[in-house]
């Protein structure tokens, strides 16, 4: 059973960080980009960031880079993003997806065959 499942969202003040995780079960992740994405009520999903199967190729919407870090370890089926300064506007629902060979398809929501459940980022003092 393919699955990804988010982690380690939760509730920070304004300049701090936190680290979220996607778990890959049911399927490697070797010839997978993933892509997180975020969601606020009422609004489009939004693309964040994307690493491509071997970490060779990272994409950022402009809002995060510098703040953000994406990254992976496929031994343990796991992909990161690191987020440091935090904004009140990160606030969201932060998910992944994954998509085969690359990150062709960032940051469009279109082209992704398996989505995990999110998890929620709340920044707020």
């Known amino acids: 059973q393919v699955q990804l499942v988010e982690s380690g969202g939760g509730l920070v003040q304004p300049g701090r960080s936190l680290k979220l995780s996607c778990a890959a079960s049911g399927f490697s992740l070797d010839y997978y980009a993933i892509t997180w994405f975020r969601q606020v009520p009422g609004k489009e999903r939004e693309g964040v960031s994307c690493?491509?199967?071997?970490?060779?190729?990272?994409y950022y919407t402009d809002s995060v880079k510098g703040r953000f870090a994406i990254s992976r370890n496929n031994r343990v089926n796991t992909v990161y993003l690191q987020m440091d300064n935090l904004k009140p506007e990160d606030t969201a629902r932060y998910y992944c997806a994954r998509q085969l060979y690359s990150c062709s398809g960032y940051p469009s929501v279109a082209g992704f065959d398996a989505w995990g459940q999110g998890t929620q980022v709340t920044v707020s003092s």
């Open positions: 690493i491509s199967p071997s970490a060779e190729h990272m």
